[in-house]
């Protein structure tokens, strides 16, 4: 890949919006859950999967 590419292609992971701050979390999974992570889209996925959820009542 030339620089030119290099440079189009832009550099690390797309941001998200930057009005709402993001925090890391930490998860424990086994390997094959964390391949099939991998496999579903990883923080995307997971991402959109909190937003679509629905809390429970009580």
């Known amino acids: 890949m030339t620089k030119a590419e290099m440079e ?19 998860v424990r999974l086994t390997l094959a859950q964390r391949e099939k992570l991998t496999q579903l889209g990883g923080p995307v996925w997971i991402r959109d999967r909190i937003d679509k959820a629905k809390l429970p009542k009580e």
């Open 8 to 26: 189009k292609r832009g550099r690390g992971r797309p941001a998200l919006d930057p009005a709402e701050k993001t925090q890391a979390v930490t």
